[in-house]
């Protein structure tokens, strides 16, 4: 069962994700509330398994929050999906670099949104590939935010590299694979090899570490 917690300043917001989420048998939602602060608590007491997060809340915004509770979770973190009527501003990158593994935006179908709490559950952070080809085009129009950790990709063999950069481009595995003449299952024991030594938690956190450290460029 993937455990849910809710959290917008908008209480129909709210109860018509419950309602959406609550139509599927694998999916709870065990609390609910509408700000940051509060956010913050109930991450730690009810320990769900995923968070859809707002982004601006009078009461506490979403990214403040979403840096707390990662930087204060215990064992294995909630996986953050940022759910904001705000088309790619700057609230969104900052959740993203903060650790958040996705985002959508309110207006989406409600299957889609059902599909990004399997999918974050599962540890797939790029949830839509149209937005989040945008995501990577901005975070490349940036430029990498930090010197290349030099150490870290010390670790990293030539292929996974190459295959960061692929993935970087927004390719799934499959296309990966085809790119590379490798099998789709040697692309992902190669991705899990590379989140284990640069400490990332899904596809996304990935995509955003290449970017800041300079390994993808546009």
């Not at 209480?11 to 959406?20: K, L, N, T, W």
């Not at 509330?33 to 991450?43: N, S």
């Not at 975070?139 to 990293?156: K, M, V």
Request: glycine share 8%; net charge negative.
């Amino acid at each position: 069962m993937i455990r849910v917690l809710l959290v917008d300043d908008q209480s129909v917001v709210r109860a018509g994700f419950r309602v959406i989420l609550d139509l599927v048998d694998d999916i709870e939602v065990v609390g609910e509330c509408g700000d940051g602060p509060t956010a913050v608590e109930l991450a730690e007491r009810l320990r769900p398994d995923v968070i859809c997060m707002d982004v601006r809340m009078p009461g506490g915004d979403g990214l403040t929050a979403t840096r707390r509770i990662l930087s204060r979770a215990e064992g294995d973190p909630p996986e953050i999906l940022i759910v904001t009527t705000f088309d790619l501003d700057e609230y969104v990158f900052g959740a993203l670099e903060a650790g958040a593994s996705g985002f959508i935006l309110k207006d989406t179908d409600p299957d889609d949104l059902i599909d990004a709490v399997r999918r974050l559950a599962n540890g797939y952070g790029l949830v839509d590939q149209a937005v989040t080809r945008r995501v990577m085009a901005e975070f490349a129009r940036r430029g990498p935010t930090r010197s290349a950790a030099t150490e870290t990709l010390d670790l990293l063999t030539a292929r996974e590299v190459e295959i960061v950069r692929l993935l970087a481009q927004g390719m799934s595995n499959a296309e990966i694979g085809e790119t590379l003449f490798i099998e789709t299952s040697t692309v992902k024991s190669h991705l899990g090899r590379v989140m284990t030594k640069i400490g990332t938690r899904d596809r996304l956190q990935t995509v955003v570490w290449a970017y800041q450290n300079g390994v993808a460029r546009p």
